[in-house]
Every structure is written in C-alpha cells, then in structure tokens.
C-alpha cells in the first residue's frame, strides 16, 4: 500500500511562516504530481499548489507569491513553504499524489491525513 506523511503545521501570527512536507512510501512505481490541498471549516477542499514530476507548479491565485512548493522524486517528497500568511489561510493542509502502484496500471490519488494550520491575527 502507498502511504503519504506529513509534517510541519502548526499555529503561527499573522505575516509569519511555515514550511509543510510530505513523505510518501511503499508500493510507488512512479509519481506523476504531487501536490497540496486545504480545507477550512465549513468549506470545500481546495487545491493550493501542485508541481508535475518535471516540475512544472501552479498556484491558486490567493498564495501566488506567497507559497512555493517544491519535491525531490529521489525520495518521493513535496514541501510546501508558506510565507506572509494570513488567517484566511488557516486550514488543514492536505499532501495529495498522484501515481502508479505498478507499470501499466491507471493513476492514482492517494491522500495524506491532513494537517492543522492556524493563523492567528
């Protein structure tokens, strides 16, 4: 089975910081994007940045500038480091990827547990 872990959320002040990762392990044949999603209380999830195998990122418009996210395909990671975070960004984080358990099989989305971010103002 293909499991994700994340790491790094927490309470920070309004304009301050926070860097997430996301390890993911077990059966990978290989990974195709990977990427963040948030959900606030009381709303839907949301994707906030992903990035393809090559590279390539895109960012909803309320983090560009703000969130980049990055992975190493060696060891299967994505980070996400926020900068000048607001409250409106207080959510849980969720990692998401996209794979292939095994060659010739159909991609995947498997799901990490969610991370709290808390933004106080």
């Known amino acids: 089975q293909v499991q994700l872990v994340e790491s790094g959320g927490g309470l920070v002040q309004d304009g301050g910081s926070l860097r997430l990762s996301c390890a993911a392990s077990?059966?990978?044949?290989?990974?195709?994007?990977m990427g963040w999603y948030r959900q606030a209380p009381g709303k839907q999830r949301e994707l906030v940045a992903h990035i393809t195998r090559e590279g390539t990122t895109n960012y909803i418009d309320s983090v560009q500038g703000r969130f980049t996210i990055s992975r190493e395909n060696a060891k299967n990671t994505v980070s996400l480091q926020m900068n000048s975070l607001k409250p409106e960004d207080t959510a849980v984080y969720y990692c998401n990827a996209n794979l292939k358990v095994r060659a010739f099989t159909p991609l995947r989305d498997f799901w990490g547990q969610g991370t709290q971010v808390t933004v106080s103002s």
């Open positions: 077990g059966s990978i044949f290989n990974i195709h994007t």
